[in-house]
């Protein structure tokens, strides 16, 4: 990896759960102020879903740890915590890189009892998050799991999946690949206020019809619907008719989930731009993860007459699928992802 003006930090004693996770060194670069990038060696790249999960993949990908999209909502925050690092800050500038993924994906997928059961990557960090720009470790994996016949799917807010559209269109031609977008935002300066790291979501929308002209049946991910915030009529038909004349083939939308960790850096955000939504907030969320049901079943009636009248509606499982809360040393997708059911 060629880096300008790199510095290296082979023996980082202030990071000591990242022993455990095969560190190698971290990396500082001008290009990214502000982040640093832990290289480690993976011992496995395929990660094995509890029987349970009530999501429709049994293992996924994940060639990144931490992401500098920066989502205060993000619901992976909390898995930063596994490498003593804090959710907040740490989740979004100390990004932990699998350097070597692609190489042990292919061993373990030429391995005889692999049975060729779909993988899905995006499930906890984006894979075309920035990085991936300099590390190029997505066409690798494509190329690996394209070379044993395995099924996948790609859920991103990254517009940098463009620059594999060419090998995810050859990929296609031999297994079945389901390609998704996140797009919960449609007002700019919110945008940049919540997900300060992302591309625009003009860019998104871009990226969603530029994949749908190469032949993909695009899947656009509304979510999370933002209380009080991104949850008007107004807001949601504009998205969702801007998604419909992206050449999306379908859409869903979910209401946010505050988990752990992320619960406290999402509170801490609103408490200083939107302080009078915090009582509300306390209403809807408790002290729990989840809103309440009378809300989901609100969001619900309001969302599908706009997925119906711009063609957009698609069959969902119900909003009560297993919830389940991350172990120390794992963390467990959003059950929003059966969106690649």
Known sequence: MRWQKQTLDVDDGALPGLERAGFVRSVRTPDFEGVTFHEVLCKSALNKMPQGSGLPFNWTINPMRGCSHACRYCFARGSHEYLELDAGRDFDTQIVVKTNVAAVLRRELHRRSWRREGVALGTNTDPYQRAEGRYRLMPGIIGALTDSGTPFSVLTKGTLLRRD???????????????????????????????????????????????????????????PVIPCLTDGNAHLDALFGEIAAAGAASAVAFPMHLRGSTRGWFLEWLATHHPALLRRYRQLYGRGAYVTPEYSAWLRGRVDPLLARHGLYRERPSDTAPRREPDTGSRQPDPQLALFA
């Open 165 to 223: 559209l060419p090998l995810l269109v050859q990929a296609s031609r031999v297994v079945p690949v389901s390609l998704a977008v996140s797009i919960a935002i449609l007002d700019e300066d919110l945008h940049r206020s919540l997900e300060s790291g992302t591309p625009s979501p003009r860019a998104r929308l871009d990226l969603v019809r530029a994949l749908a002209d190469a032949g993909f049946a695009v899947h656009v991910m509304v979510a």
